[in-house]
């Protein structure tokens, strides 16, 4: 049994050692957001966040995660409660299949957490490992952004809010 | 989302479960349906868009008694926002709230019959049938009203779900629906609402399916999770002609928890309790596997070019007019493109389950009544024993491995008939089987006279076969590797106007005398299929590229001498407001290795108009393209969902930028060497432009214009020009690698 804590609650996992995270939380915690790219970490489809690093979870498997805090996009809110990066996502309209957005999301949160105020550089550069192939790009990096002003201006009027 | 409540739903329990007003759906249309064609019916004035297969009125609109609205569509959600566009039809026509309507999409035991989502035909087609259909029916029930309240129809208004009377008497949709009175025939014309009056079409309306995508809610096929599933995985043979020649499957079937492995000749399955046993079930399988493969299956990557022009072709002259003519001044150019894979980043995954010899599949195919049909044929059942239930899928740009996997589905599904199975392809297969948009030749010959004006125009284009859809078993990858297999039906040519390999081939610029040959070519070397835009893409990059060649042979400016030949007003309109916006001033020098381009194309000659203009940089030491901006200005006719059109052209020109700049699908003699984004690297971040502009003309009362393919070969062209620009040198050949580049322009 490997214990497992995701989106702050925690999870007795009895599958094999070896298995990477992503068939974990899809398979055993119902969580959809993390998505099946490529199972190669060359996409960032399956992106979610371990102890504030954005981690490829096609890849890291969960005998090497007991006792990290895992985030997951079910991790910072939910559709009648959007968190302000899903609002910005929602607002900006940053989807067209969607399937790989929620990688990007968790990338782009990892960045956040470390740097609040990123450049429109340091974006593109945090995002580099995700593909989208419908061509969001410009939306997502508006995402990201809108995100980015939302938290700061949250964080200076009440510094208890700010990234989840 | 499609997902009904139970695996298993018959039609019979679906009509009677529906609630007592719930008017029955038309089954001798849903029959007729079934014969494939989609033509319009003899007798009958032609209806509107897709109300020609299925013209009643309930086909589309359902109105219960508590006065809740479906809608119903033939078309599937595939990413292009398609859902919220035909809800904002239905909403604006009937008067009432978009939230108040349930859509419900490509379902064999629901919807019309309306082929596959292609083409960018989703709003010709079915948009253009929900609007006359909500229009029809809202009539429909102000005449109800008008006979129970006894006041005319002028003295009555719907809106918010019910009609009014100037008296202030109102009767819900709700009370005016008994009897049937949807279940009638549309008629050829409709009272649509007043363009100017609109209040939901027209307006950028959030799309439903996006809150659920951001925070991980069931939005996928990928996500359903049906009591008592299990997770399947294929084994692939190495090579289009492989055949399994032998394996000991023991090992594998000792493995705790695998359920079962699923052999039919060269089809190789296993079936797990989990998913990642199946995965390693698989890898294991795939290791004692041992295959008879032919090393000279593929022709020579390096020569693919010639061998395709070498190859038997069925001509056909789509374009004759004048007489062959001399000018002043000759040009001649000859471009190619590889083969190219849709890539979708989700691998294609179905689930399946066989119960009392009925199948119930959950795709994100984009035709399920074509792929019930071929299912049927595979399995040999009878359709009417198959359910085909369109869920959402990464997105697919075309036939993709989403039939396939559905197959495979089927095959193990019926092998371990009471459990819902999973199957979903690993990214090798979605890489080495997707069927790839096929290699392309094209050759343009001109001539211009003294004042620089095209005299004469000769354009050949040599082209495989665009869509190898289902219909037929022999069109689903596994059905070939049966012990008792399907073979490939005979590839046929897609009829202009819209073509296949020649879509886009004849120009719409004024030429007096002209030929426009396509060399259709049977034999396919490699599988493929449609690829969004199909032959547009390839065709209005050789088009749009020979323009500006002809410009610079006629000293023109290219956006001016597009112009010159052009007589269609909405065209030139396109072209001088994307130019406008774009700052266009050729005169004017740009830093040095930055170039600007510009490329124009209406889709099909029939869809949606687009111009784009592109500005980039060409880093001379690496040869690398570095996009800087793009603008594009688009005529869609009346634009329902304007942030939908534009999100469409933004996602095709990075879409077509990454085809033309990165991608050509590698193989050896033997295999497909493009297995992952590794070896087949598509664009990311660091590669997108600046910024993209994209500059809406509507047209209110127009009719819709499909968009979806719009910018793929405009973009191409575009981006092509511009590096003639930036470099003096052009490029003919596609993708534009750093390599080429580099060899081009001599570094």
């Given amino acids: 049994m490997i214990t497992l804590t995701v989106n702050g609650r925690t999870h007795q996992s009895d599958a094999d050692p070896s298995t990477p995270l992503l068939y974990v939380l899809r398979d055993d915690l119902a969580l959809n957001g993390a998505k099946f790219g490529c199972g190669l970490g060359q996409c960032g489809a399956c992106t979610v966040m371990v102890n504030g690093e954005a981690i490829y979870s096609c890849v890291v498997p969960i005998a090497v995660l007991e006792g990290r805090a895992i985030t997951t996009v079910e991790g910072l809110g939910t559709a009648d409660n959007p968190g302000a990066l899903q609002r910005a996502f929602i607002d900006e309209q940053a989807a067209q299949c969607g399937y790989c957005i929620p990688g990007m999301m968790m990338r782009a949160h990892a960045l956040l957490q470390k740097n609040p105020t990123p450049s429109d550089e340091q974006i593109r550069a945090a995002l580099q490992p995700n593909l989208c192939r419908c061509g969001t790009h410009m939306r997502i990096l508006r995402a990201v952004r809108r995100a980015a002003q939302t938290l700061t201006s949250a964080t200076a009027t009440n510094p208890k809010e700010g990234v989840r | ?747």
């Fill in chain 2, 1 to 747: 989302m499609n997902v009904p409540p139970r695996i298993h739903l018959s039609r019979r329990t679906l009509l009677a479960g529906g609630g007592a007003l719930v008017v029955s759906f038309s089954l001798r249309a849903a029959m007729a349906q079934d014969a494939q064609s989609t033509g319009p019916e003899p007798r009958q004035a032609p209806l509107p868009g897709s109300l020609k297969g299925s013209p009643m009125l309930d086909s589309w609109i359902r109105i219960a008694a508590d006065g809740s609205i479906t809608v119903f569509t033939g078309k599937a959600e595939l990413g292009q926002g398609i859902r919220t566009a035909l809800v904002q039809i239905a909403a604006e026509q009937l008067g009432v709230a978009p939230a108040a309507i349930a859509l419900v999409a490509a379902d064999t035991a629901q919807t019309p019959n309306e082929g596959y989502t292609a083409g960018s035909h989703s709003m010709q087609d079915s948009g253009t049938a929900i609007l006359h259909a909500a229009a029809q029916a809202r009539d429909i029930l102000i005449g109800i009203a008008a006979g129970r309240l006894s006041v005319p129809v002028e003295r009555l208004k719907a809106d918010g779900g019910a009609v009014h009377a100037d008296d202030g008497r109102r009767l819900a949709y709700g009370e005016l629906v008994a009897g049937n009175v949807l279940n009638v025939r549309a008629q050829p014309q409709s009272k649509l609402r007043e363009a100017s009056a609109h209040t939901i079409m027209g307006k950028s309306m959030p799309r439903v399916d996006i809150p659920a995508k951001v925070t991980g809610g069931v939005a996928f096929v990928q996500d359903l999770r049906p009591p008592g599933m299990v997770h399947a995985r294929v084994v692939r043979p190495p090579s289009y002609s492989a055949r399994l020649r032998d394996i000991d499957v023991k090992p594998v079937e000792r493995m705790s928890g695998v359920l079962k492995i699923v052999r039919d000749g060269s089809f190789l399955a296993v079936i797990a309790q989990r998913e990642y046993l199946a995965v390693m079930a698989m890898r294991a399988l795939a290791d004692a596997a041992t295959w008879n493969e032919n090393a000279q299956a593929l022709p020579e990557e390096q020569t693919i070019f010639a061998h395709l022009e070498g190859l038997p072709a069925e001509d056909s002259t789509i374009l004759n007019v004048g007489q062959p003519a001399s000018g002043a001044r000759m040009v001649e150019a000859a471009y190619r493109r590889p083969y190219q894979m849709h890539g979708s980043i989700g691998p294609s995954c179905a689930v399946a389950v066989m119960e009392n010899d009925a199948l119930t599949l959950w795709t994100h195919s984009q035709g399920v009544y074509p792929l019930r049909k071929a299912v049927a044929e595979m399995l040999k059942m009878p359709p009417e024993r198959i359910r085909c239930i369109h869920v959402e899928g990464s997105g697919c740009y075309g036939h993709n491995g989403a039939d396939d996997v559905a197959a495979d589905a089927a095959l193990i599904a019926r092998a371990f008939p009471g459990r819902p199975v999973r199957v979903q392809w690993m990214r090798e297969d979605e890489h080495a089987f997707e069927p790839y948009g096929p290699a392309m030749i094209a050759r343009a010959k001109a001539a211009l006279d003294r004042d620089g004006t095209i005299v004469d125009w000769e354009y050949h284009v040599w082209s495989n076969t665009h869509s190898t859809r289902p219909g037929a078993a022999g069109n689903l990858l596994p059905a070939l590797h049966l012990a008792a297999p399907f073979f490939h039906p005979a590839p046929r040519p897609l009829p202009q106007p819209e073509g296949g390999g020649d879509r886009n081939a004849i120009p719409l610029y004024r030429l007096p005398n002209a030929r426009v040959i396509h060399h259709f070519i049977p034999t396919m070397p490699l599988r493929v299929s449609a690829l969004r835009g199909l032959g547009a893409y390839m065709n209005i990059f050789s088009l749009e590229s020979f323009m500006d060649e002809l410009a610079a042979a006629a000293g023109a400016d290219p956006v001016e001498f597009r112009l010159r030949h052009l007589d269609d007003a909405r065209a030139r309109e396109v072209i001088t407001t994307a130019a406008q916006h774009f700052g266009w001033r050729s005169s004017e020098r740009l830093p040095s290795h930055h170039g600007r381009g510009f490329a124009f194309a209406r889709y099909k000659n029939l869809a949606a108009y687009a111009a784009i203009a592109v500005e980039l940089e060409v880093e001379h030491e690496s040869g690398r393209v570095r996009l800087a901006r793009a603008v594009a200005a688009t005529d869609s006719g009346e634009a329902v969902n304007p942030d939908g059109i534009r999100n469409q052209i933004e996602g095709g020109i990075i879409q077509s930028a990454s085809w033309t700049l990165y991608e050509a699908v590698g193989f050896d003699r033997m295999r497909i060497t493009s297995r992952d984004w590794g070896s087949y690297p598509i664009m990311r971040f660091a590669g997108v432009p600046e910024r993209i502009d994209v500059h809406l003309i509507d047209r209110p009362g127009q009719p819709f214009l499909g968009t979806g393919e719009a910018a793929q070969g405009p973009a191409a062209a575009a981006i092509a020009n511009a590096i003639a620009d930036a470099t003096g040198v052009r490029l003919r050949d596609l993708p534009f690698t750093p390599e080429r580049v580099k060899r081009a322009i001599g570094v």
